[in-house]
Nanobody, 127 residues
């Protein structure tokens, strides 16, 4: 079993920044990829970024590319999502998820490929 805990959400003004963390515990040796997903009010949950814990390969959705950066600290079993130039449309609940297999690049933002999920953290971008 793997447990994931997100932190770092909150209220920020448009143009501001937030840093989300995903801390993994339990059988972390089972994890190959970590993804970040978000669900805005009234919308489906979508993948926005992922990182391979084996080789560091990253992927981003077009809506966040150039503004968000994902990174890993394998020693601390933590993945960080640095979010800059935030917009109102970034308002959502943000979830991290872990995959027990090494994902193909084409599947890295597909939530169906992930096995473990955190409880989510709220990000609100508003003036």
């Amino acid at each position: 079993q793997v447990n994931l805990v997100e932190s770092g959400g909150g209220l920020v003004q448009p143009g501001g920044s937030l840093r989300l963390s995903c801390a993994a515990s339990g059988f972390t040796s089972e994890i190959y990829d970590i993804g970040w997903f978000r669900q805005a009010p009234g919308k489906e949950r979508v993948g926005i970024s992922s990182i391979s814990l084996t080789d560091g390969t990253t992927d981003y959705a077009g809506s966040v590319k150039g503004r968000f950066t994902i990174s890993r600290d394998n020693a601390k079993n933590t993945v960080v999502l640095q979010m800059n130039s935030l917009k109102s449309e970034d308002t959502a609940i943000y979830y991290c998820a872990a995959a027990r297999s090494s994902l193909d690049y084409s599947d890295s933002l597909n939530q169906n490929e992930y096995d473990y999920w955190g409880q989510g953290t709220q990000v609100t971008v508003s003036s």
